[in-house]
């Protein structure tokens, strides 16, 4: 949950709303365990990886941009991160009124665009700083007997420490990546120039001289230098993201908290 505390504070055209908060403390944490929804991603690992041998065959060079900052600390996890598929631990913002669903059965990119609009295609945002997910989340103000989420989940000894908000910490098999730094359906690869979304804001480019045809298994938006605060990797099939771990937290300034 560190992130930069000037670029926190920052608005922008990502966030607009006045922000006084410029840190992000750690409430709760939680390792999460569902073998469906783990079956379900190895077989798209499996899916990631066969695609890959044959992107590899055809000696397609990988895209630029530099990897997930969070690469830094994964080695500290259980689980190594599969080098042949691209995997990578990155983080989503979510709130609780979708997040007992999302721990059931898994993100799903038909509801992209719901929250905070789909500047990228309409697939499942995530990112490598805490930061930009404290964009996309809603305070869970107190706890609640009623709900069926914090049954589940301050059972068992955890407290809800009030005005908490949530991080979902996921493996994502990021594959062969397409990078850009435009928005929209006109956006157009950084490195081939190709369009990024030729027939839908739903799907992505086939990755140029493979044959038969392999679709880019997700995008980069690599846009920190074109004025925007953090970079996001956006995937549109949820069979590539296995949340792992969620994070419950609170926002800070300074010493004053914790707040909305």
């Not at 922000?19 to 077989?43: F, G, I």
């Not at 435009?182 to 799907?203: K, L, M, N, Y």
């Amino acid at each position: 949950l560190q992130t930069d505390p000037v670029k926190l504070k920052q608005s922008g055209a990502d966030r607009r709303a006045p922000v006084t908060h410029d840190r992000l403390k750690l409430a709760c944490a939680w390792r999460l365990e569902n073998p469906a929804m783990w079956e379900k991603y190895m077989s798209g690992v499996q899916g990631v990886m066969n695609d890959m041998k044959r992107i590899r065959q055809c000696r397609v060079a990988s895209a630029g941009g530099a990897p997930p900052f969070t690469c830094r600390v994964a080695d500290a996890l259980p689980g190594d991160l599969r080098v042949d598929v691209n995997e990578a631990l990155l983080m989503h913002g979510t709130n609780a009124g979708v997040l007992f669903n999302i721990l059931s059965t898994g993100m799903n990119e038909r509801f992209a665009g719901t929250a905070a609009g789909a500047a990228y295609g309409e697939g499942s945002y995530l990112a490598e700083d805490a930061g930009k997910n404290d964009q996309y989340t809603k305070v869970d103000p107190q706890y609640d007997g009623s709900s069926e989420l914090h049954k589940r989940l301050y059972a068992h000894g955890a407290r809800h420490q009030g005005m908490v908000f949530y991080i979902l910490v996921c493996r994502v098999a990021l594959g062969h990546q397409v990078r850009t730094k435009q928005a929209g359906r006109d956006a157009v690869s950084t490195d081939t120039g190709r369009r990024v979304f030729p027939i839908s804001f739903r799907e992505l480019d086939t990755v140029a001289g493979v044959s038969p045809p392999v679709h880019h298994h997700s995008l980069l938006a690599d846009v920190m230098d074109v004025g925007a605060r953090y970079r996001e990797f956006i995937v549109f099939h949820s069979e590539y993201i296995y949340p792992e771990y969620l994070l419950a937290y609170q926002r800070y300034e300074g010493g004053r908290g914790p707040m909305a």
